[in-house]
């Protein structure tokens, strides 16, 4: 592993794949008596949120702490940037208390990158605006190999505000790597020029995407990063792109359905497919601490050219 | 190299462990089988088959891997991190009399982070444990319970444990560095 997890980009698919093996044993120690293990004993973990986040957050702290680290949470909120402090000048203060990783989540893009770069601390991306969101396409593809016991070969269909989306970015770079069929599919004014180029088929039409899915995943309508009106109404884009019971039908019979959350229910996805029997959008959260626990560990060792 | 256990005298050793076990622990439906990953785990199995010969009673067998454990884990950050496997106890260990089983006993440490590792399943009423070859060279105060075979070595050798399951063949054998 590099120094850094910043991108799917900087992972070999062995490395993938070693991340996903790790958090299958991880996952174990969730399910003891005792939720702990000593293996990060000593090393301190700060987590640096920009961003509001419950799920990511609250991940990244379970996961730091069943491995024994010092965590400490860094709130926006509460914090000096509130009195003007710079993201640099936050970092290289943090960074004097000499922690050992600091979790980034910014609302800019290669906010992570920066830090990485003036930073010795290990950083994991958190989710840098609208770039990428490493963490959470690596519990995507746990979650996906877990149901269907490979990658390789899936049809995987993403719908929804693929224009605004880091968990997007992160996801087509990790399934294409690992030899998944990618499919794309959202408002004409929500797609970006050229994402094609990535090895993805892209259409407006859902019910093309989504015709014999092994696997489909809604991305959440990002009202707090749209400028402008992208859709008419969010009635009317449930029509039209919303996952309902009927559009999954057109699925394979052994579809699952994943969300990254926070969930607009009504808007990207119907009550009842988010609660439905295909829907596995709680196990991807319960797998989220695995899989960080998984980076936690592999990034906590020394890396290449040591 | 040489070949210090073939195939049948590895049998022969598993099967008289097994008859020690038997003797030595009335209230067999108490014991449990831990095998240390990775050579641990198939040696547990097969003691645990043997005794199932003898007395038709069947111990339930789990695996352990202690590499969150280790205490040299940290220390010299250098090069990837150990790959981790799963721990697999299907049973609970409370109360139990606990085998732990492994291959080969040194310097003791890996049965220190095993213990430790036990310790977070649970309170075992004991632990004993079982080990293929004691090759000496203890740095910390531990001693095997069972013992397939003691083997004086150089600190300079190393013993590798080969076994069907794993490697295709059963055997034992010294090679100096």
Not at chain 1, 28 to 57: A, C, D, H, M, W
Not at chain 1, 100 to 118: K, N, P, Q, T, W
Not at chain 2, 6 to 26: F, T, Y
Not at chain 2, 99 to 109: F, H, I, M
Request: proline share 4%; charged share 25%.
């Amino acid at each position: 592993m590099k120094k850094d997890l910043l991108s799917i980009a900087d992972l070999t698919s062995e490395e993938i794949y070693l991340v996903l093996d790790t958090a299958e044993a991880m996952r174990e120690i969730g399910q003891r008596p005792i939720k702990k293990v000593p293996t990060l004993r000593g090393k301190t973990v700060v987590n640096l949120f920009y961003e509001p986040s419950t799920r990511t957050r609250t991940s990244f702290e379970i996961a730091e702490k069943r491995l024994s680290a010092d965590t400490l949470n860094i709130a926006v909120a509460t914090s000096s940037v509130l009195k003007g402090e710079t993201l640099v000048d936050t970092a290289m203060n943090i960074e004097a208390m000499a922690p050992d990783m600091i979790v980034v989540r910014h609302a800019s893009s290669g906010a992570c990158h920066l830090l990485a770069e003036i930073c010795k601390s290990r950083i994991i991306n958190a989710g840098d605006g609208m770039h990428e969101h490493p963490t959470q396409a690596l519990l995507d593809a746990f979650t996906i190999r877990e149901h269907k016991k490979r990658i390789d070969g899936l049809k995987v269909t993403i719908v929804g505000d693929l224009l605004h989306s880091r968990v997007l970015r992160s996801n087509v770079l990790l399934l294409t790597k690992l030899g998944a069929d990618v499919w794309l599919s959202g408002p004409p004014t929500m797609i970006p020029a050229g994402i094609e180029r990535l090895g993805v088929r892209v259409t407006t039409s859902v019910d093309e995407a989504i015709a014999g899915a092994d696997v489909i995943m809604m991305l959440r309508i990002q009202q707090e990063r749209m400028q402008g009106a992208f859709f008419p109404s969010a009635r009317e884009y449930f029509h039209v792109f919303g996952m309902t019971a009927d559009r999954v039908a057109r699925a394979k019979d052994d579809v699952i359905i994943m969300h990254p959350g926070p969930m607009n229910r009504g808007v990207e996805i119907a009550s009842d497919v988010a609660d439905g029997p295909y829907s596995v959008i709680l196990e991807q959260v319960a797998n989220g601490v695995a899989v960080r626990m998984a980076v936690l560990y592999l990034l906590a060792g020394g890396q290449e050219g040591d | 190299m040489s070949v210090v256990m073939d195939a049948d005298r590895m049998s022969r050793s598993l099967a008289r462990i097994a008859h020690e076990i038997v003797e030595r622990n009335r209230g067999i439906e108490e014991l449990g089988f831990v095998g240390i990953r990775t050579r641990g785990v198939p040696i547990a199995r097969r003691i645990a088959q043997a005794i199932r010969a003898i007395n038709d009673h069947e111990i339930p067998t789990g695996s352990l891997d202690i590499t969150l454990y280790r205490d040299d884990l940290m220390r010299h950050a250098v090069g990837p991190q150990p790959v981790v496997r799963r721990t697999e106890i299907p049973f609970s260990i409370d109360d139990k009399r606990i085998l732990l089983v492994d291959d080969v006993l040194y310097t003791g440490r890996t049965i220190r982070a095993a213990l430790d590792a036990l310790i977070d399943f649970g309170r075992p009423r004991s632990i004993q444990l079982v080990v293929l070859v004691d090759r000496g060279h203890r740095e910390l105060p531990i001693k095997a319970d069972y013992v397939g075979k003691n083997l004086p070595t150089s600190l300079s050798q190393s013993v590798q444990v080969q076994l069907t399951e794993i490697d295709g063949r059963d055997q034992v054998e010294i090679q100096d560095a």
